[in-house]
Nanobody
Framework: QVQLVESGGGLVQAGGSLTLSCVAS????????MGWFRQAPGTDRECVAG????????FYADDVQGRFVISKNVAKDTVNLQMNNLKLEDTAVYYC????????????????????WGQGIQVTVSS
């Protein structure tokens, strides 16, 4: 079973930056697309960014476009999420996850299409 481990979360002031990392226990990012999700208390889990296997096509949610950057290093089995100009509303638990389907032609934004999940990491943005 694939294990995903997130790191890099914490407390940051509004306007600051954090970089989250997700390390996989297997060479999975080469053939599976993956996404970064977040969930704030009382809200549904939402996809904020994704990167497709192969060509590395990237998706960003509207409210993080231009502020977040997703990148992957297949050789190191790592996917990062660089978060800039953080806002109070970015406060949430962030999760990385891999899609269920290998060689998926698209990046899904739906949590149920993802099979392996990290344990989640807290990001708190303060004023």
């Amino acid at each position: 079973q694939v294990q995903l481990v997130e790191s890099g979360g914490g407390l940051v002031q509004a306007g600051g930056s954090l970089t989250l990392s997700c390390v996989a226990s297997e060479d999975i990012f080469r053939t599976y697309s993956m996404g970064w999700f977040r969930q704030a208390p009382g809200t549904d889990r939402e996809c904020v960014a994704g990167v497709k296997w192969g060509d590395g096509w990237k998706f960003y949610a509207d409210d993080v476009q231009g502020r977040f950057v997703i990148s992957k290093n297949v050789a190191k089995d790592t996917v990062n999420l660089q978060m800039n100009n953080l806002k109070l509303e970015d406060t949430a638990v962030y999760y990385c996850a891999t899609e269920r389907s290998e060689f998926s032609p698209l990046i899904s934004h739906v949590p149920r299409d993802y099979e392996y999940w990290g344990q989640g990491i807290q990001v708190t943005v303060s004023s």
